[in-house]
């Protein structure tokens, strides 16, 4: 096993790891169906073929496991990590937010050295610096 940053001590991270769910979700906040952002999306090249991992959170699973096993010496797989959202879910709570709507990554180390890894769709309307974050932009 390598070791992590140990010396770094870092007890969180949260971030807008994927930036075609970034473009898709404020293009719906928009006034576009999930249809016509992913479309768009794609002809940008910013969305693969199959999106459904950017959009169903796998990919910033992924993302997530990968920055925690670095900086702060975790040992978590992508499938470990739990998603708070289904793909069904991302139309009404996308057009509810009013284009707000982000898919966040956070994992917290709780004051017994549990961490806690989530992917999750969240209104950040009054989540800086997440409320700045557009287009194809991400944040961590």
């Given at each position: 096993?390598?070791a992590?940053?140990r010396?770094?001590?870092?007890r969180g991270l949260?971030g807008l ?6 473009y898709?979700?404020?293009r ?5 169906t ?10 940008m ?12 959170g ?16 975790a040992?978590?797989s992508?499938?470990?990590?739990r998603i708070?959202h ?6 009404k709570?996308?057009?509810l ?7 966040v990554?956070?994992?917290?180390r ?8 989530t992917?999750d ?7 800086p610096?997440f ?9 961590l």
């Amino acid at each position: 096993k390598r070791a992590g940053l140990r010396s770094l001590n870092i007890r969180g991270l949260q971030g807008l790891l994927n930036s075609t769910s970034t473009y898709v979700f404020q293009r719906m906040g928009q006034g576009l169906t999930l249809e016509n952002a992913l479309t768009e999306a794609q002809e940008m090249g910013i969305a693969e073929a199959d999106p459904s991992k950017d959009l169903n959170g796998h990919d910033s699973a992924c993302k997530l496991a990968a920055l925690a096993n670095v900086f702060m010496d975790a040992d978590l797989s992508p499938d470990s990590i739990r998603i708070h959202h289904h793909l069904h879910d991302i139309k009404k709570n996308a057009m509810l937010a009013g284009g707000d709507v982000r898919m966040v990554s956070s994992i917290f180390r709780t004051k017994t050295g549990l961490l806690q890894p989530t992917v999750d769709l969240k209104n950040v309307e009054k989540m800086p610096p997440f409320n700045s974050v557009s287009g194809t932009g991400a944040c961590l």
